[in-house]
C-alpha cells in the first residue's frame, strides 16, 4: 500500500451544489515529491486541505471515499492526532503568523510548545530549522515587522519544525523572488531526498519541471493528467483546458507546427529549450 | 511595520526578574489597599513609597514618568474637580463659582479618590511596562489558565495595531474612489458604513485561515503544553505574594473594623 493513498474521495463544501473534489484517486509513495496543477478553482486547495484532514473535520460538508496517510485513515482520526502526521502551509503568509508570538524564535516554537516537546530539544530543533530555510537573522525580528517572502519562510519553517512524515503545500513561495524560490524549492527537494513525501501546489511550471517527481493535473475536481513532469507539462491537453503552460513550451509548440522544433518532446524550461533549438 | 506592539521595556533589572505571577500580585495587593486601608493617606503613600521608587529600580522611570504625566495626571484631575464641585458634603464652604460649592470635605474626598485612581492606572503601567505579555500568559497558563483564554488575549493585544493598519487601507483606498471621511460630522459617521464590510469580512476569512494554520501547528493537540521560556518561579517569590495577600487582609479588616 501506497504511503498516501485517496480512494474514490468526492468532498462538497457545505451549502454547494457541485462538488470541490471528484472521484479523486491518488497513490504517492513514501519520500515522493508530487506537484499539484490546476487553474482557478480546480480544488488544489481543497484536495491540500483534504490531505491535511481539514477537510471535511474542520470545513465540514459532505464526504465520500478514503484518505489514508501511513496506514491511518483520515476519516477514522481527530484533527489534533493527523497534523502531527501531516504539515499544512498555505499562500498568505500573514495568516499563518499566529499572533500569539513577539519573535519569529518563539513563531517557530509554537507548534512545538503545543505538542509538549521539552525546551532543550525545542531550541535545537527551532535552530535547525531556521539554518535549513535560511532565516537564522531573522530569529529575533517580530514577525509582522517582515516582508510577504520572509513570512512565506517564517510559515513555511514554523511547518518544517514540526517534523511532519507528510508536508503539503499550497503556493508557498508565491511572494518569494526568483533566487529565494529557488532556494526553498531546493531545500524541499532535499527533504523529499531523506525521506518527506511532499505534495506541492505551484503555478510555476518551470520550477516544477526541476524539482518534482510528479505531476497531478486537477480540473473542476477531477485529475485530469497525472505522470512525469516532461510529459504531463507539455502534454496538448493543458493548452486545451486553461492550464497556465510555460512560455518555453508554448514557443516551441508552435515552432514544431512550423517545422522548427525537431525534437519529438517539447521543453519546459530554458536550458531545455536552448538544447533543442540548437539541434 | 509594527516592530513594537507591546508597553514591554526591555531590561535587566530586579523587578523584571521576578516572576509575573508575582508582579500580578503585586500591583493588585497595592491597589486593593489604597482602595480599602482606613488611613486616609495610604493611596498616597503607595504613589510616592511603593509605585515610584519601583519603577526606578525596574529602570523604566521615564517611560513611567512620561505616561504618568500625560496620559495618567490629566485624567485624574478631571476626576479630582467633578468630585471637588458636585460632592455634596460638609457644610464649611472654601470656594464659591456660581451654583458650585467647594467644601473642605469635598476636596479631602475628591483628592483621596484621584488619588486611588492614580495609583490604579499607574500601577498596572508600571506592571505592563516591567512584564512581557507572552511570559505573563506562558505563567498563568502553566499554573492552569486555558490555553485559549491566553491565545485571545496575547492576539488581541497583536492585532489591535494590524486592525488599525487596515482600517488606513481601506478608508485610503475608499477616498480614493470619492468617499468623503472629512466632512461634517453626521456626514462621516455615515461614511463609516462601507468601511464596516471589508474591514470584518476580511476579518472573518482571515480568522478562519488563521485558526487552520494554528490548528496544523497542534493548538488543540491533548498533549500537555511545554514552553520556550524558563519562567523562574524561587521561593522568594512565594513568600513575597503570601506577605501582599497578608498586607491586603489586613487592610480590609481595619477598613471592615473601623466602620
Ligand atoms: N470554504 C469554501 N466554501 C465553499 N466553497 C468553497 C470554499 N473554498 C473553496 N470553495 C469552492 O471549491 C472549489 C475549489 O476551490 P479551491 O480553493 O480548492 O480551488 P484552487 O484550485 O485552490 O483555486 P486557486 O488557484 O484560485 O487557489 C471552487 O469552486 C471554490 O469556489
Ligand atoms: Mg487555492
Not at chain 1, 236 to 251: H, P
Request: charged residues 20%.
Amino acid at each position: 500500500m501506497a504511503f498516501v493513498e485517496l480512494q474514490n474521495v468526492t468532498y462538497k463544501y457545505p451549502l454547494t451544489k457541485t462538488p470541490a473534489l471528484q472521484n479523486i484517486n491518488l497513490q504517492i509513495n513514501e519520500g515522493e515529491f508530487v506537484a499539484v496543477i490546476g487553474p482557478n478553482g480546480a480544488g488544489k486547495s481543497t484536495l491540500c486541505y483534504a490531505l491535511a484532514g481539514f477537510v471535511p473535520h474542520f470545513f465540514k460538508g459532505e464526504i465520500s471515499g478514503t484518505i489514508e496517510v501511513a496506514g491511518k485513515e483520515s476519516g477514522k482520526s481527530t484533527l489534533d492526532e493527523w497534523v502531527l502526521n501531516v504539515g499544512l502551509a498555505f499562500q498568505n503568509p500573514f495568516n499563518q503568523i499566529s499572533g500569539a508570538k513577539y519573535t519569529v524564535f518563539e513563531e517557530i516554537a509554537f507548534g512545538l510548545e503545543n505538542i509538549g516537546v521539552p525546551r532543550e530539544e525545542m531550541k535545537s530543533r527551532v535552530e535547525d530549522a531556521m539554518a535549513l530555510t535560511g532565516i537564522r537573522d531573522l530569529a529575533d525580528r517580530s514577525p509582522y515587522s517582515l516582508s510577504g517572502g520572509q513570512q512565506q519562510r517564517v510559515a513555511l519553517t514554523s511547518i518544517l519544525v514540526m517534523q511532519p512524515k507528510l508536508l503539503v503545500l499550497d503556493e508557498p513561495t508565491s511572494q518569494m523572488d526568483p533566487i529565494g524560490t529557488r532556494e526553498v524549492f531546493g531545500t524541499i527537494r532535499k527533504m523529499a531526498e531523506d525521506g518527506m513525501t511532499v505534495v506541492l501546489v505551484e503555478h510555476k511550471m518551470e520550477w516544477i519541471a526541476q524539482f518534482a517527481d510528479r505531476v497531478v493535473a486537477l480540473k473542476d475536481g477531477s485529475v485530469l493528467l497525472e505522470g512525469k513532469p516532461s510529459e504531463v507539462l507539455t502534454s496538448d491537453l493543458l493548452a486545451e483546458n486553461g492550464f497556465g503552460i510555460s512560455r518555453y513550451t508554448s514557443t516551441a509548440r508552435e515552432a514544431k507546427k512550423r517545422g522548427l522544433w525537431k525534437k519529438e518532446n517539447l521543453p519546459v524550461t530554458l536550458d531545455e529549450a536552448v538544447a533543442g533549438f540548437k539541434l | 511595520m509594527h516592530e513594537r506592539l507591546s508597553f514591554h521595556m526591555k531590561r535587566n533589572s530586579v523587578i523584571h526578574r521576578l516572576n509575573p505571577l508575582t508582579k500580578l500580585v503585586l500591583i493588585l495587593a497595592l491597589i486593593l489597599i489604597s482602595f480599602t486601608s482606613p488611613w486616609y493617606w495610604t493611596p498616597h503613600f503607595v504613589l510616592l513609597l511603593a509605585i515610584i521608587p519601583l519603577s526606578a529600580l525596574g529602570g523604566v522611570f521615564p517611560e513611567f514618568f512620561k505616561t504618568a504625566t500625560r496620559l495618567i495626571l490629566p485624567a485624574a484631575s478631571f476626576l479630582f474637580l467633578m468630585q471637588a464641585f458636585f460632592q455634596p458634603i460638609g457644610e464649611d464652604v472654601i470656594f464659591k463659582f456660581y451654583f458650585l460649592d467647594i467644601t473642605q470635605e469635598s476636596l479631602m474626598f475628591a483628592f483621596r479618590n484621584a488619588m486611588r485612581v492614580f495609583v490604579m492606572v499607574s500601577a498596572f503601567t508600571l506592571f505592563l511596562l516591567t512584564t512581557h505579555p507572552s511570559e505573563l500568559m506562558s505563567d498563568l497558563t502553566r499554573r492552569g489558565l486555558p490555553p485559549q483564554f491566553a491565545y485571545v488575549i496575547i492576539s488581541t493585544l497583536q492585532i489591535l495595531p494590524q486592525m488599525q493598519a487596515k482600517a488606513q487601507t481601506i478608508i485610503a483606498a475608499q477616498r480614493s474612489r470619492g468617499l468623503d471621511t472629512e466632512s461634517t460630522f453626521f456626514k462621516r459617521a455615515g461614511s463609516v458604513v462601507p468601511l464596516v464590510g471589508p474591514l470584518v469580512f476580511g476579518s472573518l476569512v482571515e480568522v478562519e485561515e488563521r485558526a487552520i494554520a494554528i490548528e496544523a501547528r497542534g493548538f488543540t493537540s491533548k498533549h500537555s503544553k511545554t514552553s520556550l521560556h524558563e519562567i523562574p518561579d524561587p521561593s522568594f517569590d512565594k513568600v513575597i505574594r503570601w506577605v501582599l495577600l497578608a498586607l491586603v487582609i489586613l487592610s480590609i479588616a481595619a477598613n471592615l473594623w473601623l466602620a
